[in-house]
């Protein structure tokens, strides 16, 4: 299992933290869904998939989630 590809549970995504530069996770679970934590902690959810132009996007979720704690 990569570092970056694991189940994202509330206590795994908890124990993400910023670093440097913006850090991206792939759920193992469910295709397609990201996490990026940025420098300074902040966490937003993601989707990246092809759509019907068979391109691949990234497509901000947020709107759709409530902010990780």
């Known amino acids: 299992m990569s570092a970056t590809k694991f189940r994202f ?3 795994a995504i908890e124990k993400l933290s910023g670093s440097d ?3 991206r ?3 193992a679970q469910m ?3 990201i996490i990026d934590v940025l420098s300074a902690g902040k966490k937003t959810f993601g989707y990246t ?3 019907l132009a068979h391109r691949s996007h990234c497509r901000s979720l947020s709107s759709l989630f409530h902010p990780f704690p």
């Open 49 to 51: 998939g092809s759509f």
């Open 25 to 27: 996770y792939y759920d």
């Open 31 to 33: 295709p397609g869904l």
């Open 9 to 11: 549970t509330e206590q």
């Open 21 to 23: 530069k913006r850090a």
